[in-house]
């Protein structure tokens, strides 16, 4: 697993912004993404999960595993599943098929949403 940016590095790119939002805020923002069962079914349409470099991506955002960054996601068990699931490759093409994306959306459903 890649490392997690440390507390410096955080400091130092605090002030570097991408379109106004800093590494941290983006990086957030997509590994949330990540819990939409028709997201990762488009990224797999795409053939992103065919590109090593993004994989070693979504190998490097396990970081939010880590209490410290996992208080920050809305959704985290449903985000962290995703990001879990991810890490092997026989789930990065079984997300092509409509019965493992609608089996996932019931399941993240059912932990994401009270009663």
Do not use: W
Not at 26 to 37: G, I, R, T, Y
Not at 86 to 107: G, H, M, N
């Amino acid at each position: 697993m890649a490392s997690a940016p440390t507390a410096s590095v955080r400091a130092n790119s605090a002030g570097s912004l991408y379109g106004g939002f800093t590494r941290f805020e983006l990086e957030l923002e997509f590994v949330q993404s990540l819990a939409n069962p028709n997201y990762l079914n488009h990224l797999a349409a795409t053939q992103m999960f065919d590109d090593p470099c993004f994989v070693a991506y979504l190998d490097y955002l396990q970081y939010f595993t880590r209490p410290e960054y996992t208080k920050f996601l809305t959704y985290p068990l449903p985000t962290l599943k995703a990001l879990q699931l991810l890490q092997q490759k026989r789930f990065r093409q079984d997300i092509l098929s409509p019965d493992t994306v609608a089996k996932l959306r019931a399941e993240f459903y059912a932990v994401s949403v009270p009663g």
